[in-house]
């Protein structure tokens, strides 16, 4: 069966634009998790997403925000983009809790 | 909040030889995970260690759980240059939340 797909793989934005990630989870999957990934600060648990809400969230400001739509795909926004925020973000699909938990490929983020 | 210790953060060894990697964690946790990531992709599972005792072995990896040490290790025996990579451990609470180790860069040389 297809793996988790994120899109686009790539992206560069300027300070102060918005930007919106795409993660679609492996069919079946309901749970979408997301993490940013950076040299300084590791793997770092964003938000995650269950049946179209949101379940949990991690320490990130406001201008992070998501959604999930009824056919479990998930959207992650970021507004007012700053130069830290130029990450690799990934997400995780996972069937539910304490299921093993699948990852896509990222999309790497550059603001400059 | 659950806070997760690797080390050796960077790791050079010769190609043959075996080391192991720590991972400790700061609350009581009966699933522990090993992660690989080779430079710019996404993470590659390893192992899902899922009760105190486990063992599990993979070619040249072998990971274990202490859970009353809360304590994993990551095992490598005689290692080869396709092992070069950063490998991450990793809990999750019951909020299905990951918190990962800073992560251990491994390089084999030859």
């Known amino acids: 069966k297809a793996g988790v797909t994120q899109t686009p793989r790539y992206l560069i934005k300027t300070r102060g634009q918005q930007v919106t990630l795409s993660c679609s989870p492996i069919?079946?999957?309901?749970?979408v998790s997301w993490y940013q990934q950076t040299p300084g600060q590791g793997l770092q648990f964003l938000f995650e997403?269950?049946?179209?809400?949101?379940?949990n969230k991690g320490n990130f400001p406001g201008r992070f925000s998501g959604r999930q739509f009824s056919n479990s795909r998930s959207e992650m926004n970021v507004s007012t983009l700053e130069l830290g925020d130029s990450a690799l973000y990934l997400c995780a699909s996972t069937e539910g809790v304490n299921t093993e938990a699948f990852f896509g490929q990222g999309t790497r983020l550059t603001v400059v | 909040e659950l806070k997760v210790e690797q080390n050796p953060l960077f790791l050079s060894m010769q190609e043959g030889k075996n080391y192991t990697i720590y991972c400790n964690y700061s609350?009581?946790?009966?699933?522990l995970y090993w992660y690989r990531q080779d430079p710019g992709k996404s993470l590659e599972s390893l192992f899902v260690l899922l009760s105190n005792g486990a063992v599990k072995q993979e070619g040249r990896l072998m990971a274990s759980l202490d859970t009353k040490a809360r304590l994993s290790t990551l095992h490598i025996t005689a290692a080869v240059h396709d092992l070069s990579a950063t490998y991450f451990c990793?809990?999750?609470?019951?909020?299905?939340?990951?918190?990962f180790g800073t992560g251990t860069s491994l390089t084999v040389i030859p």
């Open positions: 069919s079946g999957h309901r749970s």
């Open positions: 990793a809990v999750r609470n019951t909020g299905n939340q990951f918190y």
């Open positions: 609350t009581t946790s009966d699933r």
């Open positions: 997403y269950f049946s179209e809400t949101q379940r």
